[in-house]
């Protein structure tokens, strides 16, 4: 066969079902090969969308999703898709074409070192050099990029060895097991714990895992322990649970801050040193460290104690052995208490423009527990992390690492393929969303039913409150909008106003429940950020 068709029968080998991407010459083999597979190719308006697609969908399922892009253009579009998902620790391999590497006609049109680019921001960047190669380069990539920690990993495959013809055949894909934490590890994890007089659990994104939820159930049940969430790790334990404490948002002057700062033991699970830190000055308490591999050392993360190995084995050791203690929780449901009570602040206000705390408590109100909120970056992911109950495992899709604008829409249509049978709803701003509505064709194409709202500040509203916390003047951040209502209807997808609160809650209501794509222009009042999110919250309460 063909080298291109070897390597599609590789990925096919290895469970892939999708490619993403925007093709070139250089891929046509490729292509071809892909049309002849089992793998359904989604081709996007830009590779930065494809490769946010991909990424989101290694999220969701926990095996690779593949991104494809020719040479040159194509390759460094790939790149934010390729940090997003490094940082993340999202499984992906992306693919690049290239000019014939044996002999080339056309000299250095468009030639750039693509896999030295990619080298810093993969786990794995390589370039395939003949047929025989690929079987088990292809494995070894997406066995990298599933490794914890996941992340992102690069293939460069030039058109002349894609023409090549190779008897290789493909590696079939395998499971491995992760090694255990040590004994001893153990031993000491459950004497700290017993030992502490106020523990509680900081659950982070290498949390997400389902057994490690299912491990995590059983400890919380039987420990009662409160648990705090950062931002990655929304949604991995109900948080409509008594024992929810709050999501770290951004303020280290929050309830939640001031819970964990009222804790003798924290017991970190899954925390990810990419995402924006959610433990600040931490003096005097003991920090336990459970993660697949061993702590990344800063000035801000020195655990006493880690646990290195499988995450869910851990818990199931420490939920067998630990004895329950008489341990005193009442600081963090004082913090829990001030926390609900200030999350109620506006959350019916019929203001308009609409209050960031209305806006998400009419989430909260008119979605299903199961329904998939893919949030873009913006000013509104602060107040959806820190206000929205998340009810089931990803159901909050938000970027805490990179933190990137731009992913919103691509990742929900990568949800939306991945749960057909779930409501789907993008929450952006107007810049973010701006830098990828070429692929509201790409969705409107695939024939995906979301709900999209924009809110509108004419601006960028998170770097605006910044500079005005900084009593700099008001320079370099607004700008205008086009009409969101005839760009979604020039798409072929349906646009909607929205000019009051009340009008916004129906609208919502009726277009989650209705085929299609909906988009909601929603203008957003942001006047509330600095009494939230920059002021000292908890250091009038007695906590």
Same mark, same amino acid.
Do not use: C
């Given at each position: 066969?063909?080298?291109?068709?070897?390597?599609?029968?590789?990925?096919?080998?290895?469970?892939?079902?999708?490619?993403?991407?925007?093709?070139?010459?250089?891929?046509?083999?490729?292509?071809?090969?892909?049309?002849?597979?089992?793998?359904?190719?989604?081709?996007?308006?830009?590779?930065?969308?494809?490769?946010?697609?991909?990424?989101?969908?290694?999220?969701?399922?926990?095996?690779?999703?593949?991104?494809?892009?020719?040479?040159?253009?194509?390759?460094?579009?790939?790149?934010?898709?390729?940090?997003?998902?490094?940082?993340?620790?999202?499984?992906?391999?992306?693919?690049?074409?290239?000019?014939?590497?044996?002999?080339?006609?056309?000299?250095?049109?468009?030639?750039?070192?693509?896999?030295?680019?990619?080298?810093?921001?993969?786990?794995?960047?390589?370039?395939?050099?003949?047929?025989?190669?690929?079987?088990?380069?292809?494995?070894?990539?997406?066995?990298?990029?599933?490794?914890?920690?996941?992340?992102?990993?690069?293939?460069?495959?030039?058109?002349?060895?894609?023409?090549?013809?190779?008897?290789?055949?493909?590696?079939?894909?395998?499971?491995?097991?992760?090694?255990?934490?040590?004994?001893?590890?153990?031993?000491?994890?459950?004497?700290?714990?017993?030992?502490?007089?106020?523990?509680?659990?900081?659950?982070?994104?290498?949390?997400?895992?389902?057994?490690?939820?299912?491990?995590?159930?059983?400890?919380?049940?039987?420990? $009662?322990?409160?648990?705090?969430?950062?931002?990655?790790?929304?949604?991995?334990?109900?948080?409509?649970?008594?024992?929810?404490?709050?999501?770290?948002?951004?303020?280290?002057?929050?309830?939640?801050?001031?819970?964990?700062?009222?804790?003798?033991?924290?017991?970190?699970?899954?925390?990810?040193?990419?995402?924006?830190?959610?433990?600040?000055?931490?003096?005097?308490?003991?920090?336990?460290?459970?993660?697949?591999?061993?702590?990344?050392?800063?000035?801000?993360?020195?655990?006493?104690?880690?646990?290195?190995? $499988?995450?869910?084995?851990?818990?199931?050791?420490?939920?067998?052995?630990?004895?329950?203690?008489?341990?005193?929780?009442?600081?963090?449901?004082?913090? +829990?208490?001030?926390?609900?009570?200030?999350?109620?602040?506006?959350?019916?206000?019929?203001?308009?423009?609409?209050?960031?705390?209305?806006?998400?408590?009419?989430?909260?109100?008119?979605?299903?527990?199961?329904?998939?909120?893919?949030?873009?970056?913006?000013?509104?992911?602060?107040?959806?992390?820190?206000?929205?109950?998340?009810?089931?495992?990803?159901?909050?899709?938000?970027?805490?690492?990179?933190?990137?604008?731009?992913?919103?829409?691509?990742?929900?249509?990568?949800?939306?393929?991945?749960?057909?049978?779930?409501?789907?709803?993008?929450?952006?701003?107007?810049?973010?969303?701006?830098?990828?509505?070429?692929?509201?064709?790409?969705?409107?194409?695939?024939?995906?039913?979301?709900?999209?709202?924009?809110?509108?500040?004419?601006?960028?509203?998170?770097?605006?409150?910044?500079?005005?916390?900084?009593?700099?003047?008001?320079?370099?951040?607004?700008?205008?909008?086009?009409?969101?209502?005839?760009?979604?209807?020039?798409?072929?997808?349906?646009?909607?106003?929205?000019?009051?609160?009340?009008?916004?809650?129906?609208?919502?209501? +009726?277009?989650?429940?209705?085929?299609?794509?909906?988009?909601?222009?929603?203008?957003?009042?942001?006047?509330?950020?600095?009494?939230?999110?920059?002021?000292?919250?908890?250091?009038?309460?007695?906590?």
């Amino acid at each position: 066969m063909k080298a291109a068709e070897l390597f599609v029968k590789s990925l096919e080998a290895s469970n892939v079902k999708y490619v993403f991407g925007v093709p070139g010459e250089e891929n046509l083999a490729l292509l071809e090969a892909i049309r002849k597979s089992s793998i359904e190719m989604i081709t996007t308006r830009d590779e930065q969308a494809a490769v946010f697609m991909a990424a989101t969908l290694g999220r969701l399922s926990g095996h690779v999703g593949v991104a494809l892009s020719t040479l040159g253009p194509g390759a460094t579009n790939l790149v934010t898709g390729v940090a997003y998902a490094q940082l993340g620790a999202m499984p992906l391999l992306v693919i690049t074409g290239q000019k014939p590497i044996k002999r080339s006609k056309q000299g250095k049109f468009q030639i750039i070192d693509v896999v030295g680019m990619m080298r810093p921001i993969t786990k794995f960047s390589d370039t395939i050099v003949s047929a025989e190669r690929i079987p088990s380069s292809v494995y070894h990539a997406i066995r990298i990029a599933e490794k914890e920690r996941p992340g992102a990993t690069h293939l460069e495959f030039p058109e002349d060895i894609a023409e090549e013809e190779t008897e290789s055949k493909p590696i079939l894909w395998q499971k491995t097991r992760r090694p255990t934490p040590d004994e001893k590890a153990i031993d000491a994890l459950v004497e700290t714990v017993e030992a502490a007089k106020s523990p509680i659990l900081l659950l982070g994104s290498g949390a997400n895992r389902r057994l490690v939820r299912k491990q995590l159930i059983n400890f919380i049940n039987k420990t $009662d322990i409160p648990f705090i969430t950062t931002q990655l790790g929304k949604g991995v334990i109900d948080e409509s649970d008594r024992r929810f404490i709050g999501t770290a948002a951004v303020s280290e002057k929050d309830f939640v801050h001031a819970a964990l700062k009222r804790a003798d033991l924290i017991v970190m699970v899954g925390h990810d040193i990419f995402e924006k830190p959610p433990v600040l000055d931490i003096k005097g308490q003991k920090l336990v460290h459970i993660d697949f591999s061993a702590a990344d050392i800063d000035d801000i993360y020195v655990p006493d104690l880690e646990i290195v190995g $499988d995450i869910s084995h851990a818990l199931w050791a420490l939920t067998e052995r630990v004895k329950v203690k008489n341990w005193d929780f009442s600081k963090f449901y004082i913090a +829990q208490k001030e926390l609900e009570k200030s999350i109620l602040d506006n959350a019916d206000s019929d203001h308009f423009p609409i209050k960031p705390q209305r806006l998400v408590s009419t989430l909260r109100k008119i979605l299903p527990r199961d329904a998939m909120l893919s949030l873009d970056n913006g000013m509104y992911k602060l107040w959806i992390a820190r206000n929205y109950p998340a009810y089931e495992q990803n159901t909050v899709l938000l970027d805490n690492a990179l933190a990137t604008m731009g992913a919103g829409l691509p990742a929900a249509m990568a949800a939306k393929l991945s749960y057909p049978d779930r409501k789907v709803v993008v929450v952006a701003g107007d810049g973010g969303f701006l830098m990828n509505v070429a692929d509201l064709e790409t969705a409107k194409r695939l024939g995906l039913d979301m709900t999209i709202v924009i809110v509108r500040d004419n601006g960028y509203g998170m770097i605006k409150w910044k500079q005005d916390a900084m009593k700099l003047a008001d320079y370099g951040l607004n700008f205008s909008n086009p009409d969101f209502v005839k760009l979604a209807e020039s798409f072929g997808a349906n646009g909607h106003k929205a000019t009051s609160t009340e009008e916004f809650e129906k609208m919502l209501k +009726q277009y989650v429940n209705s085929p299609g794509i909906h988009l909601i222009d929603l203008e957003i009042d942001y006047s509330e950020n600095e009494k939230y999110f920059g002021k000292d919250l908890a250091a009038k309460v007695k906590i």
